[in-house]
């Protein structure tokens, strides 16, 4: 089995592990979640957002759009060789996000989970799909596919902070449950989907040799500053 396949299979398996040890605590997780104090709250409003696909699709497209210009009207070989490297930066984070955008986009409108303001109504575990309506894609957690997908980027391109970017996508993803937007086995399916998308986008990358090579073992690993200029 070739890497990609293989760091697939151990990805899914670990998200269904998760997303079922999760489920059956989902309800109370969530009310526990909201009855935080306000202070915990509040800070989590505020951060939560962070994890929208919007501005991280944005930001990509404009890196890519102003390297592009870059590298098309400079004559200088150094000026020209850091465009295009920022050019494959902007095109990875690009790529990742916008991907997984559409991935859970698709989960959320298939699986249709109604979210936690419905639990009244409808319970932690109905499912109607093909609603059209944001009040039932609750799984996975667009927020945390986001963050997922953006800290895994960078989590692929600097692994020494790795530890850092995990933590980070974890806590948008963990805002998600306290600001009652989401049931905790939503964020793990989210971030989990995140992060297999930064990985697999690596994968395509590093066979053209674009910031990332493969390593002895079959994985992506990024390449050296200087390399990258290569």
């Not at 009310?31 to 501005?55: C, K, S, V, Y």
């Not at 955008?101 to 979210?115: D, E, M, Q, T």
């Not at 894609?137 to 986001?146: D, I, L, V």
């Not at 895994?152 to 009652?180: K, Y």
């Amino acid at each position: 089995m070739n890497q990609p396949l293989a760091s697939s299979g151990w990805i899914l398996l670990t998200t269904i592990i998760l997303v079922v040890a999760l489920v059956p605590f989902d309800p109370h997780l969530s009310q526990w979640a909201q009855g935080l104090p306000q202070e915990i709250i509040g800070f989590n409003r505020a951060i939560t957002d962070f994890g929208t696909f919007a501005w991280m699709i944005y930001t990509s497209a404009t890196l890519l759009l102003i390297a592009f210009i870059v590298r098309r009207s400079s004559r200088r070989d150094t000026v020209r060789q850091r465009a295009r490297t920022a050019r494959r930066l902007g095109a990875y984070f690009l790529l990742t996000i916008g991907t997984a955008s559409v991935l859970v986009h698709g989960l959320k409108l298939l699986i249709g989970r109604a979210r936690p303001e419905l639990f009244a109504e409808y319970g932690a575990y109905s499912l109607t799909p093909f609603t059209g309506s944001g009040a039932f894609e609750s799984f996975p957690s667009g927020h945390s596919t986001a963050a997922g997908a953006f800290f895994g980027a960078f989590a692929m391109l600097t692994p020494g902070l790795r530890p850092l970017f995990l933590i980070l996508a974890l806590l948008i993803g963990v805002s998600r449950v306290i600001v009652g937007a989401h049931y905790p086995s939503d964020v793990a399916a989210g971030l989990l989907l995140g992060l297999w998308t930064a990985m697999m986008v690596a994968f395509l990358f590093a066979r053209r040799d674009w910031l990332f090579r493969l390593d002895a073992g079959g994985w992506p690993a990024p390449k050296t500053a200087r390399s990258r200029l290569k």
